[in-house]
């Protein structure tokens, strides 16, 4: 005979045991420890490794994390976890991690992480950066080249035509710097 009052609680009588069961609703625990318990934290240097405990009545089946700026993945361990190669854009990055129990409930913990890159490697995104503009305006220039080449060549079959006589190599470039 099974009588149920509410979805959270069945009592089963069979025999003269009474049963009493229903589904865990507490969410876990998580908590991130390193590289510091504290809600901020600012970096020099990326990836980063987080680490931190989760716990739960149930028991923790799985630890995630995500990072605002990109990137996601699963920690290694569930009450002692750790998860390593957590690449940081620069600027501010919200890394969350959550725990997730045995009856699905989860829970979240985050980290937010300002990272500046040491200066060296701001000097090289910004001189990257400036290679990629400059190279725009050089392949322009040698666009324009090729085509100061052409009208050069041409200018000087024009003159080649327009006299019946020999021409050496030294008149007729004296002729081109003239503009003839």
């Known amino acids: 005979?099974?009588?149920?009052?509410?979805?959270?609680?069945?009592?089963?009588?069979?025999?003269?045991?009474?049963?009493?069961?229903?589904?865990?609703?507490?969410?876990?625990?998580?908590?991130?420890?390193?590289?510091?318990?504290?809600?901020t934290f600012t970096?020099?240097?990326?990836?980063?490794?987080?680490?931190?405990t989760a716990s739960d009545t149930i028991g923790v089946t799985q630890v995630t994390w995500s990072n605002s700026q990109g990137g996601s993945g699963t920690a290694s361990g569930t009450t002692s976890w750790s998860a390593s190669g957590i690449a940081l854009q620069a600027g501010t990055n919200v890394l969350t991690v959550t725990a997730r129990d045995g009856a699905g409930n989860t829970a979240s913990a985050t980290l937010t992480v300002?990272?500046?890159?040491?200066s060296g490697l701001r000097r090289h995104h910004q001189r990257r950066r400036l290679r990629q503009r400059f190279?725009?305006?050089?392949?322009?220039?040698?666009?324009?080249?090729?085509?100061?080449?052409?009208?050069?060549?041409?200018?000087?079959r024009?003159?080649?035509?327009?006299d019946?006589?020999?021409?050496?190599?030294?008149?007729?470039?004296?002729?081109?710097?003239l503009g003839l």
């Open 1 to 39: 005979m099974r009588q149920t009052w509410s979805p959270q609680l069945a009592l089963v009588i069979a025999t003269g045991v009474i049963l009493l069961s229903w589904p865990c609703m507490a969410a876990p625990t998580v908590s991130i420890t390193t590289p510091t318990p504290a809600p």
């Open 43 to 52: 970096a020099t240097t990326s990836p980063i490794t987080l680490g931190g």
């Open 114 to 118: 300002t990272y500046t890159p040491p």
């Open 135 to 156: 190279h725009g305006h050089s392949r322009q220039q040698s666009q324009l080249g090729r085509r100061a080449v052409w009208l050069g060549a041409e200018l000087q």
């Open 158 to 162: 024009h003159l080649e035509l327009r």
């Open 164 to 177: 019946d006589r020999p021409h050496d190599q030294s008149a007729q470039l004296d002729r081109l710097r």
